[in-house]
């Protein structure tokens, strides 16, 4: 008698499906405990008075419609000028340790959050939007070329040790010029939908009348302009070219208005006092008033502030990843041919509109809860990931047997790109975690809630130490996301 031993192998396949069963277990645990009610008492007469908005359209009756379009492009320009300038010189340093630090701190603070910081310090001025945008964007773009310039066909230990100009441009750099202005033209895609909702925080730009508009209950002005600028995104390719960018910033530097409401004493009151813990500041230093100060804040916001923020950015992963599957199919060409077209424009309005504006619209119609931003945070990054996954799609090579329709779909195209959308998937939840704390402007209760309420209460040493914990949660997080990546033995995916 024969005596079979079975083996187990651990496939990357199995690897797979574990963690995806984790993610959508974890995902409906979380929806089950979310406040994810709709307390609107007439929604649908809400949702038919905005879809009527936007059947007439009317940008007639907004005033400085101009001013809010260039200072909403200009915003953009210069800070993502900045933000990419700073970063091509930083990325040549990124594996060092003190280098990578200090970029994954400034870009884990969203531009909101920096925006209110600026506010105190340089009110409501050109310098506020372009700092707000060109700090964080740094620290991405400083990782992002790092990894590109690591994926340079020429040595890369040549511009890493050699630190000529000339070597750090030739080896480096124009070897990888395409790709590193692709994605260059993309940030800058997102840094115009960053600059639109500085308008949130009362800057002049497209948010500003957009989030008066609806309040209002303007929807004719406000559906002409999301149309506006969605118009705008999508003619991008036509009117933002790279060798005009030199051109837009002069344009930029002499249309912006620069002047601040700084004052070097209040400055420095801000920096010596405004953000000091308050018990610091006292005649003499009591420990206990100290711990007790930091005790409440831990119990009182910081601690529910975290939890909202992650059960929040969970249950909207798990709905994110269930649109990014259902939604990239529409969108491929090797599946749809022609009909491709409808899908695309579907997933590309999708994208372009930033989560705030999302989840604001949604609130107008459902009432507040979590539901509005779970949904905000799910339809915006899902369709992300859905439009690169079918891009990633229609370059998968196929055989000329290759089966059609659902088959194609099931068979064929989804196994393959499957790593991608896992890889995708890891990356948006770091997004979505930072994104779900800004959020909390509306209301919903996360630790972004705490922070801008610590803003309008002029508690700025509350609102900083919060704004310093959000940028350590998303620290840990991207740590976590990379051993994952590395785990799975997942290739980098650099648009996203």
């Given amino acids: 008698m024969n005596n079979h031993v079975m083996i187990t192998v651990d496939t990357t396949a199995r690897k797979y499906r574990l963690i995806s069963l984790f993610i959508a277990s974890l995902g409906i645990l979380t929806l089950l405990m979310a406040d994810i009610e709709i307390s609107a008492t007439d929604p649908m007469d809400e949702l038919l008075a905005i879809l009527a908005g936007f059947i007439s359209p009317d940008l007639s ?58 506010l105190q310090m340089f009110g409501l001025s050109s310098i506020t939007g372009v700092l707000a945008i060109a700090i964080p964007y740094t620290g991405i773009f400083a990782r992002v070329y790092s990894d590109i310039l690591e994926q340079s066909p020429l040595d890369r230990r040549h511009w890493i040790n050699d630190t000529s ?23 800058f895609e997102c840094g115009l939908r960053s600059a639109a909702i500085l308008g949130f925080i009362g800057l002049p730009t497209l948010g500003y009348y957009l989030e008066t508009a609806f309040s209002q209950g303007q929807y004719n002005q406000a559906a002409g302009l999301l149309l506006l600028f969605f118009a705008m995104i999508a003619t991008l390719k036509w009117w933002f070219n790279i060798r005009l960018v030199l051109l837009y910033l002069i344009a930029a530097i002499v249309y912006l208005p620069w002047q601040s409401q700084l004052e070097f004493k209040y400055l420095v009151r801000f920096i010596t006092q405004d953000i000091v813990p308050q018990p610091l500041l006292e005649p003499t230093f009591n420990l206990s008033h100290l711990s007790q100060w930091f005790s409440d804040l831990v119990s009182g916001q910081i601690l529910p502030g975290i939890g909202a923020s992650l059960l929040l950015s969970v249950s909207a992963l798990l709905c994110c990843g269930v649109i990014a599957l259902l939604t990239w199919p529409l969108a491929s ?62 370059t998968v090579p196929l055989r000329v047997d290759r089966p059609n329709g659902l088959n194609l779909w099931a068979y064929e195209l989804q196994p393959q790109i499957y790593p991608s959308f896992i890889s995708l998937i890891f990356y948006r939840f770091e997004v979505i975690l930072r994104e779900s704390a800004i959020l909390g402007m509306l209301g919903v209760t996360t630790i972004g809630f705490y922070i801008d309420s610590a803003f309008e209460a002029l508690f700025f040493d509350v609102a900083l130490i919060l704004i310093l914990v959000t940028a350590a949660l998303n620290m840990l997080v991207n740590s976590i996301s990379l051993r994952l990546r590395r785990y799975l033995a997942l290739d980098r995916i650099l648009t996203a």
């Fill in 165 to 187: 100009l000339s070597v750090w441009l030739y080896t480096g750099i124009i070897p990888c010029w395409a790709a590193i202005a692709q994605y260059t033209r993309y940030r």
């Fill in 333 to 394: 060409r090797a599946i749809l041919g022609r009909g491709y077209i409808l899908g695309h424009g579907l997933l590309i309005v999708m994208r372009s509109t930033p989560e705030i504006i999302l989840a604001f619209v949604i609130m107008l119609i459902i009432g507040p809860s979590m539901l509005p931003a779970i949904l905000a945070l799910a339809l915006h990054n899902g369709a992300i990931i859905g439009y690169l996954l079918a891009h990633r799609a229609d």
């Fill in 61 to 118: 009756q907004i005033d400085y419609l101009a001013e809010a379009l260039l200072t909403t492009v200009f915003f953009a320009v210069v800070g993502i000028s900045i933000a990419a300038t700073l970063g091509i010189f930083l990325a040549p340093l990124h594996h060092l340790p003190l280098i990578s630090h200090f970029c994954a701190f400034i870009r884990s603070i969203h531009e909101l959050f920096w925006a209110l910081i600026f």
